[in-house]
């Protein structure tokens, strides 16, 4: 089953064509707390994240979002990212959840609009 999965769909982790080059090229240098690997090819030149599951960039984290974009050369397994106190854990998107976020007053959160306050005046045609 995972064969024709890899086969036909490449947003459910790795395609076949990664998983190929990742056992030939790759290097694995470390993994992040929601399961995606992080490797490097063994001459260092390339680096790219095979996700656990579904496959959406938002998921990487800040720390190894700078080290996959060569900010870092070394990769957060060998050296952390400082955190301030104030900082949250990071969460991927949430944009079409049910945890994603609605303003204040949004029709999705259930809330009313606020009234107008009279600094405009609607437009009606003629």
Do not use: C
């Amino acid at each position: 089953m995972w064969f024709f999965k890899a086969l036909l769909t490449w947003w459910n982790s790795k395609t076949i064509g990664t998983a190929w080059y990742t056992y030939r090229k790759g290097e694995k240098v470390g993994e992040d707390e929601q399961g995606n690997v992080y490797y490097q090819e063994r001459n260092g030149k390339r680096r790219w994240v095979i996700y656990d599951g579904y496959t959406e960039a938002s998921r990487v984290p800040p720390e190894w979002h700078r080290w996959l974009h060569y900010t870092s050369d070394l990769p957060p397994s060998e050296e952390s990212l400082p955190r301030k106190n104030w900082e949250k854990p990071h969460l991927a998107n949430q944009t079409g959840s049910l945890n994603a976020y609605f303003p204040p007053g949004s029709l999705n959160s259930g809330g009313q609009r606020p009234a107008v306050t009279g600094d405009y005046e609607a437009w009606q045609p003629e």
